[in-house]
């Protein structure tokens, strides 16, 4: 019991003992904390601190307690080089390498944004990944999964306009790093206008009576492509045609006559038609009765 009146201390590449030379500790006095300047430590050498203390009641010191620890100087980054911006769609994604850091390894990434009207940078979200997407919220969220790369991070939701973002490491030690270059991300209200009001009819739809026409409105023109799959995810047929922008003219929509590759009418039951065009992927069933 009793206040602290000595408290000592010592840094070296080895644990401290009772052997050592009491002209290595140095005293703290009565503080418990204790900034140490002038150390010359190698990166990525490992260290001990070793402590002992003295009330204020007796003449000895307490057993002598060392604390393991590893230097690490290297302030993290992420190289320029490593930087990718792509469109998939709707969707702009932002993407990087992995960051220079030393022994303390990676711990996460803060990404920050600011808009073309502001000066002043924001944390939008942080986490171990390497991959963000920024799109209006049109997309839905199995599609992002399809498009991301390396580790996805956090969908960003944006109405039309010009963002900028900035990546900044962070290590276990807690250290933030150097942030990144700027990467500046476009959402063009053309890119997305896309497609929109889709429609199927008559759905569910005789194969022998009719055909199942598609219907949409194109933000551009485009070359729009449709796939049918059965339950199983087997690909029955595909066809595609270019399509005017707007709403098509009757009898211009896309239609599906019911049969396969080959020509040959498909069972009765649920397909599954995935509609690709002017930047967007749709989905929607189509139910056969024949």
Known sequence: SGTIEDLRYVVSTSPAT???????????GASSNVTVPGLNMANSGVYYLSVKAKNALGN???????VRFVVDT?????????????????SVIVSWGNAVVG???????????????SPIWQTVTSGNFNTFVVDTGS????????????????????????YFYRITPVNNAGVQGTPSITVRVDLAVSSVSGMTGLSVYPNPFDSRKTKAKLVFTLGVQSTVSVKIYDIYGYQVTEFSRLMPQGSPAPGSEMEWDGTDSSGQKVSK????????GAGTKTTVKIAVIH
């Open 18 to 28: 009772s052997q050592t030379p009491d002209s290595s500790w140095s005293s703290a």
């Open 60 to 66: 000895y010191f307490s057993d002598i307690t060392s």
């Open 74 to 90: 290297v302030t993290p980054y992420i190289p320029d080089n490593s930087f990718a911006v792509t469109t998939e769609g709707q």
């Open 103 to 117: 022994a303390s390894q990676i711990n996460s990434y803060v990404v920050e944004e600011r808009t073309a009207e």
């Open 139 to 162: 997309l839905p969220q199995q599609s992002l999964g399809q498009v991301s790369s390396g580790n996805p991070g956090q969908n960003i939701t944006r109405t039309p306009g010009t």
């Open 269 to 276: 039951g649920i397909y599954i038609a995935i509609i690709e």
